[in-house]
């Protein structure tokens, strides 16, 4: 059996799309390309257990969408599995359909199942409106494909969480899925050479040095509870799992004789307590700290200890991405953050005087939030980076993404302004707010002119010390650029 992991070119004026390995959808105009984890680890292991694989990521490889098409139906895989979002679920129901169409001419068979957050929020959709054999609910694409492929070949029991047609057509399942009892610890190494991992090592803003790379050491983040955040429909609460630290200081071992010379450690929170003691130590007493540099999300008032915070650096990690959100207590808990605002200044404190490089995101548009709301919020960022406690900052427009209870608030309260998904990708307001859309986006902008002071910058050039922090610096200066044309005055058709 040929198995084809596809990301099909989505084709729009609006941009790049920013699908693959994201919590949030976005059209960036100045292109992204991040390494999908779980589907490569999907990828390896379903060539480990002798099926025929072929990455196919048109997105990244920059294909055209007639050249993808033609591409994949010469390929003739028996089954294509493509990860989707609510902003282009539609768009993937009418590639399916065309698929299936150019298969049929050529008298070809082909299976096709979807993945991703929305598919699990929804699965019935999906079969209701296109031709789409299979759904995979969950997080675990690795075990679940692998699972369905046997299914198809061996005849295996499905496990839980897939959705089907039945014999007479209805709409099946398998039942709930049940990704804890997957064992991360026996999955292989990820294949990069098979998984192309190069197309995703340059175009990534994060990478202060390239090539780059991603891993994920845990599914997804031990907290799991915030509210908006549609990775929590994959890895729900209380099902938190991590590899081995051990296990996880082996794949930097790979990553580092493939050259890469910067990691994102993807996971949703990176494990802390003593996962986390014994992956700095085992960083620096193999030596890795001296060959890459590692950057990782990380909650605000997870770590309180400062030593911890100077560990990590002497481990070789840089960039830790802080999720902030919004400097309004009122709004944190809404967001159910469990995160109390006078705990984000010193968290960021010890931080930065480790030498670490503090990232925090904010997002824009929460309805209960007024024009003074996000006055506050911007005021206590610049109130961060004049103090120093800020390296790099990204703002975005909050999307309440089917699954999350966030979207089921909206819903309740009669606050979304339209249920159409391809709008639900950061270029309008998709909710009622105190503020308008205009409004919001110009905030959006202002975030992200709120660090581009005199002082800021001349720090950043007396920061620079060789070629790749100058490379660095341009990249950063370009994606800034690509966000404010993002949320530019004007809506993108």
């Not at 028996?78 to 049929?104: C, N, S």
């Not at 309180?304 to 999720?323: C, E, N, S």
């Not at 004049?386 to 427009?397: D, N, R």
Request: hydrophobic fraction near 40%; glycine fraction near 6%.
């Amino acid at each position: 059996m040929k198995i084809a992991i596809s990301y099909p070119p989505l084709e729009s004026n609006k941009g790049v799309p920013l699908l693959s390995q994201n919590r949030q959808f976005q059209w960036f105009s100045d292109a992204t390309f991040i390494y999908p984890v779980v589907p490569a680890q999907a990828a390896t292991l379903l060539m480990e257990n002798d099926y025929a694989v072929f990455w196919d990521d048109g997105i990244a490889e920059k294909l055209s969408y007639a050249d993808w098409l033609e591409r994949i139906v010469q390929a003739k895989p028996d089954l294509i599995a493509i990860e989707t979002k609510t902003p282009v679920i539609k768009k993937h129901w009418a590639i399916i359909d065309e698929l299936k169409e150019q298969f049929k001419i050529k008298n070809l068979k082909l299976r096709i199942v979807l993945l991703g957050d929305h598919v699990t929020a929804n699965p019935e959709e999906s079969l209701e409106n296109s031709s789409v054999d299979y759904v995979l609910t969950g997080g675990d694409y690795d075990f679940a494909l692998l699972n369905l492929a046997n299914h198809l070949t061996k005849s295996e029991p499905l496990e839980g969480g897939v959705w089907y047609r039945g014999e007479n057509g209805e709409i099946s399942t398998s039942g709930s899925a049940d990704i804890a009892k997957h064992n991360l610890e026996s999955l292989p190494v990820i294949d990069r050479k098979l998984t192309r991992w190069e197309l995703y090592s340059q175009a990534n803003g994060n990478f202060k040095l390239t090539p780059g790379a991603y891993m994920m050491s845990g599914r997804d983040c031990w907290w799991g509870m915030c509210s908006f955040c549609s990775w929590t429909t994959l890895f729900p609460q209380k099902k938190y799992r991590a590899i081995s630290a051990k296990k996880a200081l082996d794949e930097v071992g790979h990553l580092i004789d493939l050259g890469v010379r910067e990691i994102m450690e993807d996971s949703g929170t990176l494990p802390i307590g003593d996962w986390l003691l014994e992956f700095c130590q085992g960083m620096i007493s193999r030596g890795y700290n001296k060959k890459v540099v590692i950057d990782c999300n990380m909650r605000l008032n997870a770590i309180r200890d400062a030593k911890v915070y100077q560990l990590m650096k002497r481990a070789g990690f840089r960039m830790i991405l802080f999720g902030f959100e919004s400097a309004n207590q009122a709004t944190l808990d809404r967001l159910n953050k469990n995160l109390k605002i006078e705990e984000v200044e010193p968290a960021l404190a010890m931080c930065s005087r480790a030498g670490l490089e503090p990232h925090l995101t904010v997002m824009i548009g929460y309805p209960w939030e007024t024009q003074a709301d996000a006055e506050n919020s911007l005021n206590f960022v610049k109130k961060l980076f004049a103090k120093g406690l800020l390296s790099s900052l990204q703002a975005t427009l909050l999307i309440p993404y089917p699954g999350t209870p966030l979207y089921e608030y909206c819903r309740k309260n009669g606050l979304l302004l339209t249920e159409e998904y391809d709008r639900f990708d950061q270029s309008e307001r998709v909710m009622k707010a105190e503020m308008s859309e205009a409004e919001i986006k110009k905030m959006i902008r202002n975030f992200y002119r709120s660090f581009l002071t005199p002082k800021f910058i001349l720090q950043k050039i007396v920061a620079i010390h060789n070629l790749d922090e100058v490379k660095f610096a341009v990249r950063a200066g370009l994606k800034i650029v690509g966000h404010l044309k993002d949320f530019s005055r004007k809506k993108n058709n």
